[in-house]
């Protein structure tokens, strides 16, 4: 069987170098991504060079109609789904709650909570067993900000990790039995463009000194989890995390 896998926001940073590493082991590729149709050309003509076969497909992950979409064009053009990562996120401004609007509350827990629900739906619809698929495992993307809850910089999107770790926790004993394992992934301070989005884009630099190993991580270093955690050497791993904080 060929390995199929989804990868939502998968035009840049931690999405992005999940992706090359699956070109580099064989994948089938399909990297959704929100807005920048540069972005997800300049990563697509990357897989290219390594004669991987990979589409982009440009779609919110909030959004169900777009996923429906998302995931017809994988069953067309690149065959059945074998595995997916919920790796598109977002976060909002550093901000204490009692500043935060309800906009930007249901932004965070619709792109962090509903859209992997989403996405994790019309993957099992593929992929289980009970629904004739040959089974698969998902990988979802949480961050050690769901164990030690952002105070004074975005409780909110702490809280949708947390929800999402929870989802990961009930769906892999939902679907332990028809050949799908989910598990989840917490990353720590990043070297990538996200941070812009909370207001300091030099945030994992200037935080640096203060980290136990003293320095950020890489998106390669949780590309590694990731692709491990979706491979076959993970076999009996369901419903766990691999925290990848540097000792956070
Ligand atoms: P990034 O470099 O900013 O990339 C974000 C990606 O997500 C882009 O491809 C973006 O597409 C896409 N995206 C954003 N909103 C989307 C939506 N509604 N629908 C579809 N795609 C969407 O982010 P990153 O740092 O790699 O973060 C990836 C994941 O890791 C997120 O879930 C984040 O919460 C988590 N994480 C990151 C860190 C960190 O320090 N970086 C730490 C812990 C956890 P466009 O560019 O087209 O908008």
New binding site residues.
């Given amino acids: 069987m060929e390995n199929v896998i989804v990868i ?8 992005a170098a999940t992706a090359l590493l699956a070109a580099r082991q064989g994948y089938r590729i399909c990297i ?5 149709d540069q ?2 050309e300049a990563i697509l003509s990357q897989f290219r060079a390594l004669g991987a076969e990979a589409i982009a497909v440009r ?4 959004v169900e109609d777009e996923i429906i979409q998302l995931f017809l064009r994988v069953d067309d053009e690149l065959g059945p789904i074998t595995a997916l990562v919920n ?5 909002g401004q550093q901000s204490r709650v009692e500043n935060m609007s309800e906009f930007r509350l249901l932004n965070v827990m619709k ?2 909570v509903v ?1 992997p629900m989403l996405c994790a739906k019309h993957a099992l619809l593929r992929m289980a067993r009970r629904h004739g698929g040959q089974g698969g495992a998902i990988v979802n ?5 769901a164990r030690l809850g952002s105070p004074n910089e975005y409780v909110d999107y702490a809280a949708s ?1 947390g929800a999402l770790d929870t989802f990961t926790i009930g769906l892999a004993k939902e679907v332990a039995g028809e050949g799908v394992r989910v598990n989840g992934v917490r ?4 070297h ?4 812009a ?1 909370s207001g300091d884009p030099d945030r ?1 630099s200037k935080l640096e000194p203060g980290l136990p190993m003293g320095r950020g991580g890489y ?1 390669e270093e949780v590309a590694e989890a990731i692709l491990w955690l979706l491979s076959d050497k993970a076999s009996y791993a369901t419903g766990s995390f691999i925290d990848l904080g540097g000792g956070r």
Avoid: C, E, M, Q
């Fill in positions: 939502t926001g998968g035009s840049r940073g931690i999405g959704n991504y929100h807005a920048d972005a997800a779609a919110d992950v909030s790796n598109a996120g977002t976060i792109t962090n859209g993307v949480s961050s050690v900000a990790k990353p720590g301070y990043i990538t463009g996200f941070h989005l994992v998106p």
